[in-house]
């Protein structure tokens, strides 16, 4: 197959961020971002080939077909548009695929409707998702589009680990289970962290700590994920930059009965006001950090909260997995904080668990050690790269489809 290049889609509730990917040599000729999709004050920013300087436009931008299109638009006069003969496929980030999508597929009619089957347990992200969909379809209907799930790489925890402990009959009818999400970057960076080691992924048990915005931890047993610390939504598990992670169920009742809160406005709560941002004001760990640095009193809580939830989560998943070789620090926190990284680990030298200050200080871009030398298990700072990894299985699965 001569067509080397992947597109790889995510659209999000307000926004579509787009990558093209060449499998060749994993470059990226060209990214780009519309925000604000539906409002007045849209944006599109366009990387083009070869470091050539970013294009903007504050064009309003309606809806997700109005973005897709400009997107293509913008590809298009680089000359990389979707009929571009090096264009193998469309690769598509799906946030739910529910129990029956274990790995990628390609999208036809009845792919669409089990995403649509699934937008009560994901009423943020599917419909989004299944928009971009449609578009790119409509704008390329030759082309194979492929949807990659966040969710299909935690299809595999045992069912004690998927399972919460309530009513069967209830959770079946309702589809109420753990799911994870992440999946893409839990499983890149998780096999990224073996080739780091040297050793090959079905050998080694991995502790992955996605920490962006939204966080999430995974423990996976030679390159097969036994847990994950989302659940039925990403609310579930570590504090986040505005979600709260786990709380006592009873907190919802008790706000609906005593403070008089609906439903959705718990959610928003939950959701959108919690987290770093509900404990002191700022989501972004590099403002709560300038604050800590700075004597701020909230600040230095949210930061503590975050850090104790964090080493649970690490305690916990050594138990999950019994012998744990590394620990990898992934996405925007994970890869560029060292006072989390450090306040983390810290303590836990009885679980072979440390970091080197001078080794952990430093930034850096690649894959790298932070744990002493020699010690019992790794800890690992392990960049993820989320576009790289969905163009990856996209382009693995059209190949298989369309061999030679
Ligand atoms: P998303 O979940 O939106 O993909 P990212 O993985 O890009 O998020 O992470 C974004 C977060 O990373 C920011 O909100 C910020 O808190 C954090 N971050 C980025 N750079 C730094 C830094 N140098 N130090 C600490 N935190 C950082």
Redesign the pocket.
């Known amino acids: 197959m001569t067509a080397t290049r992947v597109l790889v889609l995510n659209s999000g509730s307000s926004s579509v961020k787009y990558q093209l990917v060449d499998m060749a040599d994993g470059s990226r000729p060209a990214a780009g971002l519309v925000e604000r999709i539906g409002e007045r004050t849209s944006r599109l920013v366009h990387r083009p080939p070869a470091g050539g300087p970013e294009r903007t436009s504050d064009a309003p931008v309606a809806d997700h077909e109005a973005a897709l299109k400009a997107a293509a638009a913008e590809l298009a006069a680089d000359g990389l548009g979707l009929g571009a003969p090096e264009l193998a496929a469309v690769g598509h980030r799906v946030v739910h695929g529910g129990l029956r999508f274990t790995e990628p597929v390609l999208i036809d009619d009845e792919v669409l409707a089990e995403i649509e089957r699934l937008v009560p347990v994901a009423p943020l992200h599917n419909p989004a998702n299944l928009r971009g969909i449609r578009t790119a379809q409509a704008l390329s209907p030759r082309l194979p589009q492929v949807a990659v799930f966040d969710t299909a790489f935690h299809t595999t925890m045992p069912e004690h680990a998927a399972r919460y402990a309530i009513d069967t009959a209830t959770a079946d009818a309702h589809r109420v289970r753990r799911y994870g999400f992440h999946g893409t970057s839990h499983a890149y960076v998780s096999r990224r962290t073996a080739e780091l080691l040297g050793r090959p992924p079905s050998e080694v048990n991995v502790i992955v700590l996605h920490l962006?915005?939204?966080a999430s931890a995974s423990a996976v047993r030679g390159g097969v994920c036994v847990e994950t610390s989302m659940g039925l939504t990403p609310l579930e598990g570590l504090v986040m930059?505005t979600r709260s992670g786990d709380v006592d169920p009873a907190v919802v009742f008790h706000l609906s009965r005593v403070a008089g809160m609906s439903v959705d406005e718990i959610d928003t709560l939950l959701n959108k006001r919690s987290g770093l941002l509900g404990l002191c004001g700022d989501?972004?760990?590099?403002e709560v950090?300038r604050r800590v640095d700075a004597g701020d009193a909230d600040a230095r809580l949210a930061f503590d909260v975050y850090v104790h939830r964090l080493k649970k989560y690490l305690g916990a998943y050594c138990a999950v997995l019994g012998r744990v070789d590394a620990v990898a620090f992934t996405?925007?926190?994970g890869e560029?904080?060292a006072p989390v990284r450090a306040a983390a680990v810290g303590g836990l030298e009885g679980l072979g668990l440390a970091v080197d200050p001078e080794r952990n200080e430093p930034p850096g871009g690649e894959p790298r050690l932070i744990s002493p030398p020699g010690a019992r298990v790794a800890v690992a700072v392990v960049p993820t790269d989320e576009e790289l990894e969905i163009a990856r299985q996209t382009y693995a699965l059209v190949s298989e489809e369309n061999p030679g």
């Open positions: 962006g915005n939204g930059g989501n972004d760990m590099r950090r996405a925007g926190v560029n904080s």
